[in-house]
Each structure stands twice: as structure tokens, then as C-alpha cells.
T-cell receptor, first 115, second 109 residues
Framework: DGGITQSPKYLFRKEGQNVTLSCEQN?????MYWYRQDPGQGLRLIYY???????QKGDIAEGYSVSREKKESFPLTVTSAQKNPTAFYLC??????????????FGPGTRLTVL | GQNIDQPTEMTATEGAIVQINCTYQ??????LFWYQQHAGEAPTFLSY??LDGLEEKGRFSSFLSRSKGYSYLLLKELQMKDSASYLC??????????WGAGTKLIIKP
């Protein structure tokens, strides 16, 4: 089955620790995205990538880092510099960014809780 | 600035019809998306509008008026499983999605 996987579904970390969230897709999509979702707010874009070895900052990139070494994978690291990291993190992918109906499809999400 | 407005919460009865509105002010427009999100799950794609008018897909329809910066999602023959949040998102001039906060729809028997 084609799709997007994120792991783990739930993640607990102590304050001050870096943590990496996994995102893999086998849809052969070019573009991948990371969003953060907080209660009562719209999805906010953290980083996106349109091609391997290239990525762009979104609206709230501070305290996060990403890599895109393979087309299928787009891991997100939440660093200790992120002031309020507890949130629901969603990874998405789309066919071609910037053209027409590049509908984004989402993975199941990772709920990160920093204690 | 860019802004998407949707009602925070709506309640409807099983079997009825409900209309969820979305108004937007964005820098450019390259399409409007509706997604459904059940609690604790990922958003799933429902519809896409780029031209004015109504797009019908089964029990769900979506309408767009670009001149008014307005869209609605119409859900007919409501079922309990339709209880979810409905997210409106607009693709701006840079093809980035600007998201509304979502409308939580509660279906009562």
C-alpha cells in the first residue's frame, strides 16, 4: 500500500533533549512538508522540501532542523532551542510543489510531549 | 496579513444538512482545499476548488466565490461518523497552504 508513515505515534522527552521524528513516503512524491498543530490553531508550516538535498524554512522553523537525503524520507529534529515543543506534528507530501492541484497527503502524526 | 476564518464549532443532527463557511484574505490565490480531521488523526483530503462554483462529490459539496473570498463545505445526510473537524486551506501566490483553525462539527442523534 502506498502512503506516508510517521513514527512513533507518541513520544515523550525530557526538557533539553533533542528528538527526531521520522517521516517516510512511498508515493513517489517530490515535495514533503512538516507541520505543527496546536489546539485552536491552524496548521503551521515548519519546513518543506521540493527536491532531494534542498529544503526551505516555513513560518516557524526556529528550534527545528530537517534533512532530505532521500526522496522518500524527511526527518524532523526538534532541538532543545525550541521553546514550546509539545504539540502534534504532521508530515505531508505532494506530487509537485508549486503547480496546480498539488494536494497534500498526510501521515498519521506524532504527538510529542516534553516533560 | 493572511487570514482564514471559520466558525470554531457547529452542531447538527444526524440525517440533516450542514454548511461550514470559510472566508479568506490571502496574498494571491491558487486554490482552496477542504480537509476532514478526526480527533487525534491526520487530515484527509475532501475537495479542491480553484474556479468559482460548486463541486459535488457524493454527500459532500464545496463552493467557491473568489470575488468574495468565500467558500463553504456542504455536508448532506449527516452521519455520526461525520463528527470531526473540517479544515479550510488556501494556496497563496507562492503555492503555500494557509490554514484555518478548523471547524469542529458535532453530530447529535
Amino acid at each position: 500500500d502506498g502512503g506516508i508513515t510517521q513514527s512513533p505515534k507518541y513520544l515523550f522527552r525530557k526538557e533539553g533533549q533533542n528528538v527526531t521524528l521520522s517521516c517516510e513516503q512511498n508515493l513517489n512524491h517530490d515535495a514533503m512538508y512538516w507541520y505543527r498543530q496546536d489546539p485552536g490553531q491552524g496548521l503551521r508550516l515548519i519546513y518543506y522540501s521540493q527536491i532531494v538535498n534542498d529544503f526551505q524554512k516555513g513560518d516557524i522553523a526556529e528550534g527545528y532542523s530537517v534533512s532530505r537525503e532521500k526522496k522518500e524520507s524527511f526527518p524532523l529534529t526538534v532541538t532543545s532551542a525550541q521553546k514550546n515543543p509539545t504539540a502534534f506534528y504532521l508530515c505531508a507530501s505532494s506530487m509537485i510543489a508549486g503547480e496546480g492541484t498539488d494536494t497534500q497527503y498526510f501521515g498519521p502524526g506524532t504527538r510529542l510531549t516534553v516533560l | 496579513g493572511q487570514n482564514i476564518d471559520q466558525p470554531t464549532e457547529m452542531t447538527a443532527t444526524e440525517g440533516a444538512i450542514v454548511q461550514i463557511n470559510c472566508t479568506y484574505q490571502t496574498s494571491g490565490f491558487n486554490g482552496l482545499f477542504w480537509y476532514q480531521q478526526h480527533a487525534g488523526e491526520a487530515p484527509t483530503f475532501l475537495s479542491y476548488n480553484v474556479l468559482d462554483g460548486l463541486e459535488e462529490k457524493g454527500r459532500f459539496s464545496s463552493f467557491l466565490s473568489r470575488s468574495k473570498g468565500y467558500s463553504y463545505l456542504l455536508l448532506k445526510e449527516l452521519q455520526m461518523k461525520d463528527s470531526a473537524s473540517y479544515l479550510c486551506a488556501v494556496q497563496d501566490s507562492n503555492y503555500q497552504l494557509i490554514w484555518g483553525a478548523g471547524t469542529k462539527l458535532i453530530i447529535k442523534p
